[in-house]
């Protein structure tokens, strides 16, 4: 899983590299519209390393970051489940809250909360959260019929058995919008970097962009890709790993 | 545990329709059926069955018409496709739902329905009649006086079946049960009564046929059985 | 057509895109201009050649692009999507590190708008010593950077001398205190910021770079080689028609239609406020009355690419003087 992950990501980079070298060449560019090969290596020696650094200092709010949205999401999803008012009532504040773009409250969160790690965390958050959710509501609104008759027929039903069932039903669903919540827990991040923050890759992405130096960006995505396809594949195998152990405990 | 001396499942001009549709379920269901015993509810698709006992669980009480359920409390139903959660084994499983006191008639209840062996499986890796038989064994170790069997004992075969019906009548004499199948020759054989819903356009909705109630020391009578088995299938 | 017909008919399109495109654009009648920022102030000779016709009366159809900070004129005439363009002095001091095909045929800014604001009540810049102990803010890979640390290297002061603070769009450690000295534009973002700290009795002062003998070149006005290689009237006709729009823009005489023109692009700004920041844009353009609109300060340009050099952003010398045209204007 892990391994087939981090090839298809290679093989979709590197053909967007040859791409972008196809253009380069066929219309005859000079480096600073798109590098060449020998500068991009280059870059990579030079920066590889603190870019790195900067990719998992992302990758560690993304990670947070995601965590709690899993535990938000779930907690939502939990009570919103529920057909009744209060359900409803919460499933509708989590609608309405994702209504509005993370661009127009980030300076709000940044004046609130300064610019450093917890606003930072809260974009990711926000913006992994919603999927998440949706996901989790619908999961958890949704009865397994076939299982659940039993235990509402003999008055057995309590709310801890119909999350379990369900969680367990859809567990390989949930497995997937997890790992897919890591992209965007991390494009959350990068972009909260981006728009004012004094760490991560996504504040050193804006840097190379003052300085038109698309090789550094080159660069910047290769590491985040090639992290987050590790990442993501490692959620995976844990989901399996899971789903391996709860059927077989 | 419930028992009762004397039962009686009555309707009288019972309607149903699910909310805006036009034509109803069944209309104008009347009919009179004594317990305890095991009896049937037999017709062909879509008659209504299974709304039938939807309506006699109590989940639903939109109808027109009477219902009565004379000395039955409590009802419970189940049905084929149920499921056991995938999480522990279906031993374990049935061990968290049985009642203190109730272990010994849960092993019986094992060995009569031939479970033994596949108490440590889990219910994805039982076969389709064994998947039915473990649902059904948890139903009979809860409290009820009526169980409403939706075809419980589908995809088990016919000597494990008749071992099984027999099995449940000698356990249970004192309860309600109302056997869904489309096996003519088995609830004629086995049932008490039989309450067959007849296909739509006939002239009674619904009548009693009483069935040959075979036990384990009885012969069955040859004739007397075909005659059942005919009156049924008439009045279906 | 079969399936293989098909493809290579696609393949040849592609190619002949990707082969003919450019030069197709560079043969239109049609001139992209694609400034560096939004329409305002700051680019208001720019607009007035264009509406009062100045481009029309030489003979061309000029389309006005705005800028951004996702935009990059240098890689649009290299892609042939604009034929001239605004650019600064680093972008194109980094361009010609890379080998792009960029020459310079005005210099817009006499005076880099680019300086920095602090109150009045704190102690007052004279000397590069006087930045020692203070919060400066300065944007992180932007050109406001690369300007603080020379100055504070010519002062011989480390980094560590003073703090330096990451800015962005929100003025508010600024107007806090947290910071002493905010990077602004000084004819637009300075006027704005001065007033209303005006307003809250707390006037402030600029703190001017080239006044400390740090010239760092701004915004000029870029083509490409080939351009002036191959349509040398086009160019000439282009930058004079510009730089004709820009002096009458700034004329004091003109100053009532230059801001109803400008009214129409950025109407979030009020007239008295686009009138002072209009006054101050002609000190940074035309600092002197006898210095024409768009030369070139070849010396500005050479301690430009210095500073680049000094502070590693360019690998070798590019000889920026080479790409500094202003035969076309004057």
Redesign the interface.
């Known amino acids: 899983m892990l391994p087939r992950r981090i090839v298809q990501f290679l093989i979709i980079y590197f053909l967007g590299l040859a791409g972008l070298l196809a253009v380069k060449y066929g219309l005859q560019l000079s480096n600073y519209v798109i590098p060449g090969p020998a500068l991009i290596w280059q870059t990579f020696q030079a920066e590889a390393v603190r870019y790195l650094r900067d990719v998992l200092d992302t990758m560690s709010i993304a990670i947070i970051g995601q965590v709690l949205s899993i535990c938000l999401a779930l907690l939502v999803g939990i009570v919103g489940r529920q057909t009744t008012w209060f359900g409803s009532f919460v499933k509708v504040a989590a609608y309405n809250v994702q209504a509005y773009p993370i661009v127009a409250l980030a300076p709000i969160i940044f004046i609130l909360l300064g610019d450093g790690f917890l606003s930072r965390l809260l974009i990711a958050a926000m913006i992994c959260y919603f999927p998440l959710l949706l996901s989790v509501l619908g999961i958890m609104a949704e009865p397994i019929r076939d299982i659940e008759h039993f235990y509402r027929m003999t008055g057995r039903m309590r709310w801890q058995l119909e999350v379990k069932i369900r969680a367990f039903e859809n567990l390989g669903k949930l497995t997937t919008v997890v790992a897919g919540s890591a992209t965007l827990a991390m494009a959350g991040t990068i972009v909260a970097e981006f728009i004012a923050a004094n760490a991560g890759i996504g504040y050193s992405i804006r840097i190379a962009l003052y300085q038109s130096d698309l090789g550094k960006i080159l660069i910047a995505l290769f590491l985040i890709g090639i992290s987050l396809s590790v990442y993501q594949g490692l959620l995976e195998w844990c989901g399996a790993f899971i789903r391996r152990t709860w059927e077989s405990n | 545990m419930a028992s009762s001396a004397s039962m009686q499942l009555s309707c009288r001009q019972a309607t149903f329709r699910y909310p805006r549709t036009a034509t109803p379920v069944f209309e104008d269901l009347s009919f009179e059926m004594p317990g305890p015993g095991f009896n049937a509810l037999f017709g062909p698709s879509g008659v209504g069955k299974t709304t039938l006992a939807r309506l006699l ?1 109590g989940t639903s009480r939109d109808f027109a018409g009477e219902i009565r359920m004379d000395g039955i409390d409590r009802v ?4 084929n ?8 084994a279906v031993g374990t499983h049935l061990e968290r ?1 049985v009642a203190p006191g109730q272990h010994d008639l849960r092993d019986r209840l094992v060995a009569l329905f031939d479970m033994q062996p596949h108490l440590a499986s ?1 219910f994805a890796q039982l076969s389709l009649g064994q998947k039915n038989r473990i ?1 059904l064994i ?2 009979l170790l ?1 409290d009820f006086q009526m169980l409403i069997m939706d075809e419980s004992l589908a995809n088990v075969d016919e000597p494990t079946r008749e071992q099984i019906i027999l099995g449940i009548k000698d356990l249970f004499p004192d309860r309600f049960f109302l056997y869904i199948s489309h096996n003519v020759v088995e609830v004629a054989k086995f049932c008490r009564h039989i309450l067959v819903l007849a296909a739509k356009g006939r002239a009674r909705p619904a009548s009693v046929v009483s069935g040959r109630d075979h036990n384990r020391d009885g012969t069955p009578d040859r004739e007397r059985l075909e005659r059942a088995m005919l009156e049924i299938v008439n009045a279906a | 057509m079969t399936r293989h017909r098909y493809a290579a008919a696609l393949t040849a399109a592609l190619i002949s895109f990707v082969f003919v495109a450019p030069g197709t654009l560079l043969a239109a009648d049609k001139i992209n201009y694609r400034l560096k920022w939004l329409f305002n102030t700051s680019v208001v000779g720019d607009l007035y050649a264009d509406v009062q016709g100045d481009f029309a009366d030489a003979g061309l159809a000029v389309t006005v692009k705005s800028g951004g900070p996702e935009r990059d004129a240098i890689k649009e005439l290299e892609l042939g999507q604009a034929q001239f363009g605004v650019a600064s002095a680093d972008q194109v001091i980094r361009a010609l590190d890379k080998g792009a095909p960029v020459v310079v045929i005005a210099q817009l800014f006499q005076v880099n708008p680019l300086q920095w604001i602090y109150r009045q009540s704190a102690p007052p810049i004279n000397d590069l010593s006087d930045l020692k102990g203070r919060t400066i803010g300065v944007t992180f890979g932007g050109n406001d950077e690369t300007v603080m640390r020379t100055l504070l290297a010519k002062a011989g002061l480390e980094t560590s001398d003073v703090k330096l603070f990451n800015v962005r769009y929100d003025y508010t450690p600024f107007y806090r205190g947290q910071v002493d000295i905010w990077p602004v534009y000084r004819n637009t973002q300075g006027i704005v910021i001065g007033r209303k700290m005006q307003a809250d009795d707390d006037p402030v002062r600029f703190f001017i770079p080239a006044g400390f003998g740090v010239k760092f070149v701004a915004n000029s006005v870029v083509t490409s080689r080939k351009m002036i290689q191959r349509e040398p009237d086009t160019v000439r006709r282009f930058i004079r028609a510009l730089l004709c729009g820009w002096e009458k823009a700034l004329d004091p005489d003109n100053s009532e239609k230059a801001l109803d023109m400008l009214q129409q692009y950025d109407r979030d700004t009020p007239r008295e406020l686009l009138e002072a920041q209009l006054a101050i844009t002609r000190t940074l353009v035309k600092p002197t009355p006898d210095l024409a609109i768009g030369t070139i300060d070849v010396a500005a340009w050479k301690q430009t690419e210095a500073i680049m050099r000094d502070q590693k952003q360019i690998a070798q010398p590019v000889g920026v003087e080479k790409a500094l045209h202003s035969e076309f204007a004057f």
């Open positions: 669980t419970l139903y189940t049905y496709t149920e499921r056991l959660p995938g999480w522990s739902i889990r649902n948890r139903y809860q």
